[in-house]
């Protein structure tokens, strides 16, 4: 019975074809210059690290024996928690002033997972010029603004001209949201999240990654996420630029009451609320919001 | 599934441990459009493969150090992938147009120098399809997608869904057995 049987094949469309050789280059690349940096790092301090990792222990261990009587001999040798593992990071500092968490979450990335800023703007840029047709804007030479967020879950980068500013999230998506005009107002529509579902963030790790960026408003000083799951993330903020990415290893709570709530700090606060809905984030891994 | 393992005698797997950058890239040029196609399948949305077919192949990228050769060949193993892929997606779909029920429409992007109007009939037919093999089990339609539609032998529809050939045959009679019940026979054949 043919009704069971499907269409006959076809070829990639060329241009859907190239976008995702790009891709995936984007990919290999990304990951192979990590990796050789990594090597390169453990290649060049891995035996000082290592002898100085000896010493250390038999001093401490000597100092244990001299002061306890060597009890607590066998420490707490494990590896510190990823950073971002979860997406919970509730047992962060939330007294904190808000840039010191900013430089917590940078300095609780896994190394590994590190991108070269710049490379990372490059993309971004790369990618909001082929999507979006800058019109001749003189971004690709000199962006005005940028904000790089490295949490070791993922990528988001912020860059803008002089009219218009691009969020990218440049892992694990490669993608590029619509571009918003600076005009230093606040609406709801702003604030709209990306969604990837995806996997492989962190070995193991299936959820998804939720990602938004953008101008800060006029008299704004910082603005918060609080989604339907109880997970708040400060958004990062820097040179009048924000941006925020939660990685959730749990499916987020969606229902006709779903929503995602946004906070603005600053001399005008305000609340904006997203319902969870294909109009307000995207899940297509390639395309923006 | 441990003999389908990679082994240091496999070219390919050779090639990802030595040169990984190129072997993706030639893997990329000979299995791409059969991917696309699968995945086409899966959602009966040309849109959606693209973007399906581009995710298969960098979560390939970044499980080649669990790489499956099958044979000679890494195709069962992205089959694999792309299973886990659609169903993914599959599963996200439902749950959120669920909560909001109502039904997605996947909006075709046509590219001009594409046969449009042949794309469109594409997947209303495909549609069609997939609301009768939706019926079944994920896990016979599965087999289903990979043994008929595919044309994969039992042994590379095993390796891609990590299960033994006894299981495929079985799902496979059952599904076949499912669909008589409701539809005259498909084509489904057992194979030798």
């Known amino acids: 019975m043919n009704d069971l049987l499907p269409p006959a094949r076809r070829s990639i469309p060329e241009r859907g074809r190239a976008l995702m050789r790009e891709r995936l280059d984007e990919e290999m690349d990304t990951t192979t210059a990590a990796e050789r940096r990594w090597d390169g790092t453990a290649r060049r301090f891995g035996v000082p690290v290592a002898v100085a990792a000896v010493a250390a222990a038999l001093a401490i261990g000597g100092y244990l024996l001299a002061g306890t009587g060597g009890d607590n001999g066998g420490g707490t040798g494990g590896d510190p928690d990823p950073a971002g593992q979860g997406g919970d990071r509730s047992g962060q500092d939330d007294t904190a002033p808000k840039h010191q968490r900013n430089q917590q979450e940078e300095r609780t990335g896994d190394s590994r997972a590190m991108t070269d800023p710049d490379q990372a703007y490059q993309k971004c840029i790369d990618r909001a010029v082929r999507t979006f047709d800058l019109r001749g804007e003189p971004i690709k030479q000199a962006p005005t603004g940028r904000l790089a967020i490295d949490d070791g879950t993922g990528i988001t980068v912020v860059v803008a001209n002089s009219t218009d500013v691009y969020t990218c999230n440049v892992k694990p998506d490669a993608a590029v949201s619509r571009g918003n005009e600076l005009d230093g107002t606040a609406q709801a529509s702003d604030f709209s999240f990306a969604l990837n579902v995806t996997s492989n963030v962190l070995p193991g790790a299936t959820g998804e990654m939720m990602w938004a960026g953008g101008e800060l408003p006029e008299g704004a000083t910082g603005l918060t996420y609080a989604f339907p799951d109880g997970h708040t993330e400060e958004a990062v903020v820097q040179d009048g630029f924000w941006a925020m990415q939660y990685f959730s290893d749990r499916w987020l709570p969606t229902g006709p009451r779903a929503r995602v709530e946004v906070t603005l700090d600053g001399t005008d606060p305000q609340t904006f609320e997203l319902p969870i809905n294909a109009d307000t984030m995207c899940n297509q891994v390639s395309h923006g919001c | ?192």
């Not at chain 2, 339609?141 to 990979?146: E, H, K, P, Y």
């Open chain 2, 1 to 192: 599934m441990t003999e389908h393992r990679s082994s240091a005698e496999s070219p390919w797997a050779a090639e990802i441990r030595t040169h990984p950058r190129q072997a993706f890239g030639r893997l990329f040029e000979r299995h791409s459009e059969t991917i696309y196609n699968y995945c086409f399948r899966q959602t009966a949305s040309w849109h959606a493969a693209e973007d399906l077919t581009s995710t298969v192949f960098l979560e390939a990228w970044r499980s080649r150090d669990r790489v499956v050769v099958q044979g000679d060949s890494l195709l069962p193993w992205l089959y694999g992938i792309a299973t886990n892929v659609c169903r993914r997606r599959r599963r996200t779909l439902a749950r959120r147009w669920r909560a909001l029920d109502r039904l997605p429409r996947e909006v075709a992007q046509p590219d001009p120098a594409d046969d449009v109007a042949g794309r469109v009939d594409d997947e209303r037919r495909m549609a069609a399809v997939l609301a009768v093999i939706d019926r079944l089990p994920a896990r016979e339609r599965d087999v289903v997608g990979l043994v008929v539609w595919e044309e994969l032998d039992y042994q590379s529809a095993a390796t891609a869904l990590d299960i033994p050939v006894g299981t495929v045959r079985s799902r496979l009679s059952r599904a076949r057995r499912r669909l008589s019940n409701s539809l005259a026979a498909p084509h489904i054949q057992e194979q030798q």
